[in-house]
């Protein structure tokens, strides 16, 4: 159960919106705040910790608990109750979040802590080594990358990049792109049109998936290389019509409708990339360094697969984050301090160290970046394309007064239509701008 994603709340709703959903959590079993308490800690403190289950594990819930000396309790993250807990100024001491778009909405409302103090007497933290990505965690009031610090990310990708499997591509007689030059969109588009294998109409290997994290922050990042910004300046309203942006919704459009690779029209039954990708029936995948924690499991897989720069749409060179997944305290979070600490050994200890190693995202400690895997042809290869791109890491500021769920929802609601009936781009460009300018709206009246 969560909230509609089309209810923005504000300061003032903030309590009796939350407050309702608390109501109903409490009236329904399934929405049932599930907590969990290990136990196992020797501290007298309790720590609560609002995640997800497969990063803060069993395991990773004992290390911390040895580490800090305390309890953890662990909350399973959802909207709904993250909301309620807000509203009761019941927070948990430690929450999870995506920098990228999270970060303006909740410091726009007044929920997070400034952190700034925290770094500044840190010495496992220090600011001067804090991977540029965690810009994405400030927020100014008006634009992100600014501003005090909300929050940390625990490892990152560029995600406009992609992986491609060299079998594929010879055996279409194409030539490997370059690892330090980005092919254009145009080029990609075309390099998946050639790859893509049907048998009876139906396709049977993907050329690509171009879809990313998410379809809206694909467009985002497609008209900022194209040098326009899909956000007013004043992050009120979205513009899907200006030249840039449209050129950007006609690529999607092209793309959507050729049936090369998953799209809001035609999704991706596994679910994900992974599974499809390693049985050999997509040839380019449309994910950030992240994804070759999965590559390095498979040795045949490994041997095939290389990585390349985001491709562009215009001049501008940008290979953005849409995620950037961290964690952050809340304003009326009771263990700050302990929640500091926290911080302190996930980000900067042991935990970190070992993402480091694993190659399932890009270190946010610039120190630790030595430590991500080499020791595989295709991982060097990775590695040496990773560096050279985070040069053109920029931020991409996400407005305040709409979450990025709410946003991707507009899209599904009107984009597989406009891709089975041709409609103009131009035409789809007024109902997107219609239906997410209404949220925005929404969104600035409320938060006042």
Request: proline fraction near 6%.
């Amino acid at each position: 159960m969560s909230l509609p994603d089309t209810a923005p709340l504000g300061r003032r709703r903030f309590l009796t919106v939350s407050a309702g959903a608390a109501l109903a959590a409490t009236a329904l079993p399934g929405c049932a705040a599930s907590v969990e308490d290990s136990g196992s800690g020797g501290g007298s403190e309790t720590l609560t910790i609002m995640s997800v289950e497969n990063e803060m594990d069993k395991k990773t819930i004992k290390a911390a608990e040895a580490a800090l000396g305390c309890k953890v309790k662990f909350v399973l993250y959802d909207t709904t109750k993250l909301n309620a807990m807000l509203a009761s100024k019941t927070p948990p001491d430690v929450v999870r979040g995506l920098g990228a778009t999270d970060t303006p909405y909740f410091a726009a409302r007044g929920v997070m802590t400034d952190l700034d103090q925290y770094f500044a007497k840190s010495k496992a933290l220090k600011v001067s080594d804090l991977d540029p990505v965690n810009d994405v965690w400030r927020f100014d009031g008006k634009k992100q990358g600014a501003g005090p610090r909300y929050g940390m990310a625990k490892d990152y990708s560029q995600d406009s990049m992609f992986w491609y499997r060299t079998d594929l591509l010879e055996e279409a007689k194409l030539d490997l792109p370059s690892e330090t030059e980005p092919l254009s969109q145009d080029e990609w588009l075309d390099m998946g049109k050639r790859l893509v294998k049907r048998r009876l109409g139906k396709v049977k290997v993907y050329g690509m998936n171009a879809s990313g994290l998410s379809t809206f922050c694909t467009i985002m990042g497609m008209t900022a290389s194209a040098g326009g910004s899909l956000f007013s300046q004043d992050l009120t309203s979205v513009d899907f019509s200006s030249p840039e942006a449209l050129k950007a919704l006609n690529w999607y459009l092209e793309y959507a409708r050729a049936d090369i690779g998953p799209s809001v029209s035609n999704p991706n039954p596994d679910g994900w990339d992974w599974p499809t990708y390693q049985a050999g029936r997509m040839a380019m995948a449309g994910d950030g360094y992240w994804f070759g924690g999965s590559i390095g499991g498979d040795a045949k897989l490994a041997k095939v697969s290389r990585f390349a720069p985001a491709p562009q749409l215009g001049s501008h060179r940008i290979s953005p984050c849409f995620g950037a997944t961290g964690y952050w305290i809340p304003k009326e979070a009771k263990k700050k301090d302990l929640a500091w600490k926290f911080f302190e050994w996930y980000f900067g200890g042991k935990p970190a160290q070992d993402r480091a190693a694993s190659g399932w995202g890009i270190p946010t400690l610039k120190s630790l970046h030595s430590q991500m895997p080499q020791s595989q042809p295709f991982q060097k290869q990775a590695y040496k394309v990773q560096q050279q791109e985070l040069k053109h890491f920029s931020v991409l500021t996400f407005s305040p007064y709409a979450q990025l769920t709410a946003l991707d929802a507009s899209i599904n609601k009107i984009l597989p239509g406009a891709v089975k009936s041709k409609t103009a781009a131009g035409k789809v460009a007024d109902q997107l701008n219609a239906d997410m300018n209404k949220q925005l709206a929404n969104g600035k009246k409320v938060l006042g």
